[in-house]
T-cell receptor, first 116, second 111 residues
Framework: EPEVTQTPSHQVTQMGQEVILRCVPI?????FYWYRQILGQKVEFLVS????????KSEIFDDQFSVERPDGSNFTLKIRSTKLEDSAMYFC??????????????FGPGTRLTVL | GQNIDQPTEMTATEGAIVQINCTYQ??????LFWYQQHAGEAPTFLSY??LDGLEEKGRFSSFLSRSKGYSYLLLKELQMKDSASYLC????????????WGAGTKLIIKP
């Protein structure tokens, strides 16, 4: 069964550094998402991406964050000048092209980001 | 504001039935999802409701009442592997894609 993959599974970085989290969505999916989940807290939407541009973003997704689809398979989240509070699990998800329907979002296994 | 409420934790016995409730107040409504999340893992899709009524899928069923802003997830014949957090998520009317998530209900299954 097709699945979303993410690398790395765990990333440790120093405060102020930049990190790039990578995702490979399910191949026939056209909508991509990033979420984060701080330990013990709820899942929070960051951004959705379609047709090579951001379609929606939350207030969390400020200038510190950016997303890119550098090629036909990868979808990346870049976090600049990381802060301690950026430590969280970051999930990538993808869904098919159905508009406002049962476009179930399938989640990757996550990248645990630890900022020291 | 937008808010989704779920009980923080529930305990049930193996083989029994448990109902996990979710109430929501959102800017419009365009679908409610239930996801299962085992500790340290990604959420996995369980069910989707957009119309009132019950959706059954094997041991799991989900119910929606839009007028009450209420849903529940019903798990039957509980197994130890059902110990997980169950997340309720709503898509508001203003959003094409963004899901608003509840904090999740941690379900503990005892033998």
């Amino acid at each position: 069964e097709p699945e979303v993959t993410q690398t790395p599974s765990h990333q440790v970085t120093q405060m102020g550094q930049e990190v790039i989290l990578r995702c490979v969505p399910i191949s026939n999916h056209l909508y991509f998402y990033w979420y984060r989940q701080i330990l013990g807290q709820k899942v929070e939407f960051l951004v959705s991406f379609y047709n090579n541009e951001i379609s929606e973003k939350s207030e969390i997704f400020d200038d510190q964050f950016s997303v890119e689809r550098p090629d036909g398979s990868n979808f990346t989240l870049k976090i600049r000048s990381t802060k301690l509070e950026d430590s969280a699990m970051y999930f990538c998800a993808s869904s098919e092209a159905s508009y406002r329907g049962t476009d179930t979002q399938y989640f990757g296994p996550g990248t645990r980001l630890t900022v020291l | 504001g937008q808010n989704i409420d779920q009980p923080t934790e529930m305990t049930a016995t193996e083989g029994a039935i448990v109902q996990i409730n979710c109430t929501y107040q959102t800017s419009g409504f365009n679908g409610l999802f239930w996801y299962q999340q085992h500790a340290g893992e990604a959420p996995t899709f369980l069910s989707y409701n957009v119309l009132d009524g019950l959706e059954e899928k094997g041991r799991f069923s989900s119910f929606l009442s839009r007028s009450k802003g209420y849903s529940y997830l019903l798990l039957k014949e509980l197994q130890m592997k059902d110990s997980a957090s169950y997340l309720c998520a709503v898509r508001g009317e203003d959003s094409n894609y963004q899901l608003i998530w509840g904090a999740g209900t941690k379900l503990i299954i005892k033998p």
